[in-house]
């Protein structure tokens, strides 16, 4: 069985304040590319993971990531060799682990069905996971894991995804927000929300990964309706009217940076 982990973007991203537990209380506004990672699982005696692709290097315990997390998280009826093959930069704000684990729990699903509690089993591996498992548009609030639905008009909109080869970490970019309110979400179908919604992860990140900046001025140079970052950084994407735009741009991002085109979900 073969399933693409797609890429997770946060269209808009709001930090409303610290929590008494460390975490962040937040509102984003989730969207997921039709490209990722991609994964093949086969039954197998007993789970098993291999992992190849441009990233692959990065994940150096194969056996502590995020997909034989998931395997362990989940009761079925026999073992799964699974390989990923990792086109998604890791710790690049597109939730490339959250997403592998959310195409492994699609997975059982197809084959054996999922128990009554896996969306409280995905959020034990990370908060954006039950998010990865549906992989569609939607509202998320609190760490991520509380959802609403939202009116999805950008669906198929051509998206480029660049990043600059600079792994940031989340926490410290969390860390480094200055604590201030900026306000609730916009109301309104997922285009308006995008539109008028911002990213306050962004002057922190760039503050620790000044290149983000020279991403963001880059894609705006190439005339999309929107450009930002995704999550804590240090990918920003950047949304087109047609494919044609979207390819252009790609073609005129610096060589040394990581790009992957698609179209929302």
Known sequence: MIETAYAKINLALHVRRRREDGYHALETLFAFVDAGDVLVAEPAAQDSVTTLGEFAGVLDNPFDNLVARALTALPRPQGLAVTLEKNLPVAAGLGGGSADAGAVFRIVEAMSGLPDDWQARAATLGADVPACVLSHTHIGLGTGT?????????????????????????????????????????????????????NDLEAPAISLCPVIAEVLASLR?????????????????????????RDAAAAAMPAGWWTMAGRLR
């Open 146 to 198: 509380e959802r609403f639905a939202v009116e999805d008009d950008l669906a198929g909109t051509p998206v480029l995804l660049v990043n600059p080869r600079v792994p940031l970490s989340t926490g410290p970019v969390f860390k480094t927000w200055d604590g201030e309110d900026r306000g609730p979400l916009p109301v309104g179908p997922a285009s308006k929300i995008a539109r008028e919604g911002r």
């Open 221 to 245: 140079d190439t005339a999309p309706w929107l450009a930002r970052m995704s999550g804590s950084g240090a990918t920003c994407f950047a949304l087109y009217d047609t494919p044609e735009a």
